[in-house]
């Protein structure tokens, strides 16, 4: 066999042998990722889909909705209920790729199922779990929350240290309890890369400004995320951020779901976000501060989120259908 014989099949059989390997890689990384997934499902109460649907979504096909609960899990309080520490809805219009987020404040003056009296909506996960959550968050805001995404705060830093960190303009200086309630997070103003402890602290204080501003912050933050999650070069920081979930994120969106959902937010160009924030006032009830919701911003933002879900579009057009089948 000539020497040009014998270096063209070596490496035809380096090459194949470096491609099964990859391939292996591969395949293992998935059935790692969908491992991880399927161990953190948890479905609703309320069945597979919404009241507010008539039928359960398709990530693939379908505008949907995802709530992300940030609760505070710590070791410190372990043994007492968690309270949802952050509340940030999040629709997805697959027609022109974009994403509305609205951030509900947690001190938030709203009708609850488990008392007679409004309360704070984040006590409705301590008192009345995820499905409570879920059912408050669809009323206040009319509008259905297909899935969820449920984090405690070792989880977000998890998740930002597996993204090597995010870009954030940190306008202020911060000293701040880390996610042990034990340690102290430092921050200087300016742009950055925040790691995950110091992403958090930017999420949590309420040191410098309200709770509004801490809603900007926080999907400002979610922002972020999203952004460094889609320039993923290396498909083993996707392993990383795997490894972070672990037991501490529950979802109702199941592994098959999510890839789907993922091809869709990255296979095109851009992700268009778009932000927005409820008006209030405050509110002392009995000794005890709430943040009054103001009813028309509610309205406006309801109405945003329902034609950017195009809900409305798709009942008129149902309801046309309809008449004419029926020859009216």
Known sequence: ?????????????????????????FFNLYQEAEKAVTESYQ??????????????????????????????????????????????????????????MVSIPRDSYVDVSYQYSKDKINHTHGFGGLDE???????????????????????????????????????Y???????????????????????????????????????????????????SIIDQTLSFSSITRYNSLIESIGDRMTTNISFSQ???????????????????QVDGSDLWVNDIYYFDLDERSISDISRELRAHLQIDSQYVEAKENEEEDQGL
């Not at 200086?173 to 430092?186: A, I, N, P, R």
């Not at 890839?259 to 932000?275: A, C, F, K, M, R």
Request: no cysteine; aromatic share 6%.
């Open 1 to 25: 066999m000539s020497f040009k014989k014998k270096l063209l099949i070596t490496t035809l059989v380096t090459f194949l042998l470096a491609a099964g390997g990859v391939t292996y890689y």
């Open 173 to 223: 200086y911060l000293e701040e309890l880390d996610s042990t309630d034990e340690g102290t997070v430092v921050i200087h103003p300016g742009e950055q890369t925040l790691n995950g402890e110091e992403a958090l602290a930017m999420a949590r204080t309420r040191q410098h400004d309200n709770d509004l501003e801490r809603g900007n912050r926080q999907m400002e933050i979610l922002e």
């Open 258 to 276: 999510l890839v789907s959902l993922h091809e869709y937010v990255t296979g095109n160009d851009g992700l268009e976000i778009e932000q927005h």
């Open 133 to 171: 959550t879920v059912s408050v968050v669809e009323d206040l805001l009319d509008v259905p929350v297909d899935y969820y995404v449920r984090l405690d705060f070792m989880a977000f830093v998890d998740t930002v240290d597996a993204l090597s960190g995010i870009e954030f303009d940190v306008p």
């Open 43 to 100: 479905d609703l109460e309320r069945g597979e889909h919404s009241e507010q649907r008539e039928e359960e979504v398709d990530p693939s096909e379908d505008n949907i909705s995802i709530l992300f609960v940030g609760v505070d899990d710590s070791d410190t309080r372990q043994g007492t209920s968690s309270l949802a520490d952050a509340l940030v809805l999040a629709t997805f219009n697959k027609d022109d790729l974009s994403v509305n």
